[in-house]
């Protein structure tokens, strides 16, 4: 059982646009929310992440949108590059920051 | 290069044989993790140490399957006998003990 789910699965952009990524949850004891990139061949690298007493947190382009009562996350990609084309993950645990719910990826692809 | 490093990056075999897995932390971290990805999926859990001492394993990690942290240093993730469904990436990832979980590139494996 599946317990964060991630949507799109896959996007195109043109270089310049926002990707935006869903992601929603059941647990409610979750109490970290990560997002990892990944490139092809490489381990995933930690490219922000949100505790749940916060609503939004940006760094650099990259924003989170974390809504609670919903039990819903979005990562926002500004100002998109084609440097940024990549697979994105979702992620969520309680506690142990370590042992981590992983989504199941949204393949994002900046158009030049 | 400080990172997380795994040995072999890949490895074909055939059904039934063994396999073993290296992946050497970064040296101050003192969590070290295992997980599995598999083609258009997240990373799956498998099992983390605290120093060389296993805290959790996960249900996906059957008894074909064997990790060890001898001296809470490096550690090694072994598959006996094989079989065409452990045909995936298995990723080693360090933290300190409530921190960033840092990944290494991963080593693939393709049973025949």
């Known amino acids: 059982q599946q317990q964060v789910k991630q949507s799109p699965q896959s996007l195109i952009v043109q270089k310049g646009g926002i990707p935006i990524i869903n992601c929603a949850y059941e647990n409610t004891a979750f109490d970290y929310f990560p997002w990892y990139q990944q490139f092809p061949g490489k381990g995933p690298a930690l490219l922000i992440a949100?505790?749940?007493?916060?609503s939004e947190k940006k760094e650099g382009r990259f924003t989170i949108s974390f809504n609670k009562s919903a039990k819903q996350f979005s990562l926002h990609i500004m100002d998109s590059q084609p440097g940024d084309s990549a697979t994105y993950f979702c992620?969520?645990?309680?506690?142990?920051?370590?042992?981590?719910?992983f989504g199941a990826g949204t393949q994002v692809v900046v158009t030049p | 290069d400080t990172g997380v490093s795994q040995d072999p990056r890949h490895k074909i075999t055939k059904r039934g044989q063994n396999v073993t897995f290296r992946c050497d932390p970064i040296s101050e971290h003192n969590r070290l993790y295992w997980y599995r990805q598999t083609l258009g999926q997240g990373p799956e859990f498998l099992t983390y140490?605290?120093?060389?001492?296993?805290?959790?394993k996960s249900r996906l990690l059957s008894d074909r399957f064997s990790a060890e942290r001898p001296k809470g240093s490096f550690s090694t993730l072994e598959i006996q006998r094989t079989e065409q469904g452990d045909s995936a990436m298995y990723l080693c990832?360090?933290?300190?003990?409530?921190?960033?979980?840092?990944f290494g590139e991963g080593s693939r494996l393709t049973v025949l």
């Open positions: 140490f605290q120093n060389e001492a296993q805290l959790e």
């Open positions: 990832a360090s933290s300190l003990e409530l921190g960033e979980l840092f």
């Open positions: 949100i505790r749940p007493d916060v």
């Open positions: 992620a969520a645990s309680k506690g142990s920051w370590g042992k981590l719910q």
